[in-house]
């Protein structure tokens, strides 16, 4: 894990956004370490299809058991998703749909950590060598500015950490996915 930039103080407690169980085998433990108490959020309305949706939530519990972290369930809001990414439907991974569908779910985070009284936000999203940390970690500051909270901003999948989550991934017997989840990333 590389923290690219030092959060201005050490946050009391921090509200991790888990996408995947995969990626939060690495990313939990090793945000812990450094940052002290997190609690985990499971934020992801992009899932397609639903059956996929409960499969990596009870993937997700059944880690929160194993690691024994405090785990909050955010809604299914599809409807809400879709209709944040009309229109970007053909855009390619990595590109403008993507940037939204991250946006919508940094915000529901930091929206989830006020209420919990939790001051700071991060996410495991960075463990994927698929995903873009400057464009996670770009949504997660400027919202974090407008929100009045801490944004933690990390590249999980630096110094063995994507390796480390799938080596943690079969050890403990968590079903990873095989493609990033929403109907246009499941076509592909
Ligand atoms: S490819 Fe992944 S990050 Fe991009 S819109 Fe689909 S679910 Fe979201």
């Not at 939990?28 to 949706?53: D, K, L, S, T």
């Not at 929160?64 to 998703?81: K, N």
């Not at 996410?123 to 994927?128: A, E, F, I, M, Y």
Request: proline content about 5%.
């Amino acid at each position: 894990m590389l923290v690219l930039r030092k959060p201005e103080r050490k946050p009391e407690k921090t509200l991790v956004h888990i996408c995947c169980a995969p990626d939060a085998t690495y990313g939990i433990p090793a945000i812990g370490e450094v940052f002290g108490e997190v609690v985990g959020f499971f934020y992801n309305p992009n899932i397609h299809p639903e059956a996929e949706y409960l499969k990596r939530l009870e993937e997700t519990r059944k880690l929160s058991r194993i690691y024994g972290f405090p785990l909050v369930e955010g809604a299914y809001d599809v409807a809400r998703w879709m209709d944040a990414v009309k229109g970007l439907e053909e855009e390619p991974e990595r590109g403008k749909r993507c940037r939204v569908c991250i946006e919508l779910r940094m915000e529901k985070a930091m929206e989830t950590a006020k209420k919990l009284g939790a001051d700071a936000v991060t996410t495991v999203l960075t463990v994927s060598p698929k995903k873009l940390p400057t464009m996670v970690n770009e949504a997660g500051r400027r919202l974090a500015e407008e929100k009045g909270i801490i944004f933690i901003e990390l590249d999980l999948k630096k110094k063995d950490g994507f390796k480390k989550s799938v080596e943690l991934t079969k050890k403990l017997g968590i079903y990873r996915q095989n493609y990033c989840g929403c109907v246009y990333s499941f076509r592909e």
